[in-house]
């Protein structure tokens, strides 16, 4: 599907309620990791306004080092959804840092003009809970459930009261729009939006003990449950 196909779809959104546009299966659609490797002004605008810390290739990201990019882990990406869409719980792959920037105007309104509709700005609702939690959280959802998170990754939708019951803590914030969202490695987290929303994303993997000593963790699990991660056969 192309993007133009995608804003017919959130201008029937917008003008219907969610409910009435959900596709024979009862699903909501949302468009991911769109891949804007060719859209340079954006490129060059985030580049210019993002500090370093946090950029992807800068100085501060081991990604950095790979000859050339790989879509969808050295450059940014694109999210368009409508409202009720949602990402299910999970972490990034090999724990790294995510950084994830819900626009408010300048680019959106750039995709606005090419889609001739308002596509935003609008909430988007962050759920998520540290590493030192998932051991005791993987175990209730097994036992309440019958899931494993780490198998059924970005599929279930935590129940904030479920969380709070159980004792697991966790970070409960809205993204406004041109809000940025920073998470540390091994944050397993869950967002639902609350409207039509634009956001971009990257992976961002620091040069610091911290990160290093979560990707090998990480990579420990993925042995155990036979999951194969690309960037494993390059680093390590
Ligand atoms: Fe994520």
Redo the contacts with the bound molecule.
């Keep these: 599907m192309k993007i133009k196909n995608y804003g017919e779809y959130q201008r029937e959104c917008v003008n219907n309620i969610p409910q009435n546009i959900r596709d024979q299966n009862g699903m909501i659609k949302s468009a991911l990791n769109i891949d804007i490797t060719n859209w340079k002004q954006h490129i060059d605008h985030l580049t210019a306004q993002i500090p370093a810390q946090f950029l992807f290739k800068s100085n501060y990201d081991a990604l950095s080092f790979f000859k050339s990019d790989i879509k969808g882990l050295t450059n940014p990406q694109i999210h368009l959804k409508v409202e009720g869409s949602w990402?299910g719980l999970?972490?990034?792959h090999l724990r790294l840092r995510?950084v994830?920037l819900n626009h408010g105007k300048g680019i959106i309104q750039a995709l606005e003009t090419y889609l001739s509709m308002k596509i935003g700005p609008n909430t988007c609702l962050w759920y998520a809970i540290g590493g030192d939690q998932i051991p005791k959280f993987q175990q209730l959802v097994q036992g309440s459930y019958k899931i494993d998170i780490y198998k059924e990754r970005?599929s279930y939708f935590p129940d904030i009261d479920f969380c709070i019951k159980n004792g697991i803590k966790l970070h409960y914030f809205a993204q406004e729009p041109g809000d940025i969202v920073l998470?540390g490695p091994g944050s397993w987290?869950w967002?639902k939006c609350s409207g039509v929303t634009m956001n971009t994303?990257w992976n961002f993997f620091g040069k610091d003990i911290l990160q290093f000593d979560q990707a090998f963790k990480r990579q420990e699990i993925n042995k155990i449950l036979s999951i194969k991660v690309f960037l494993l056969t390059i680093f390590f």
């Design positions: 990402s999970h972490e990034e995510t994830n970005g998470l987290h967002v994303s």
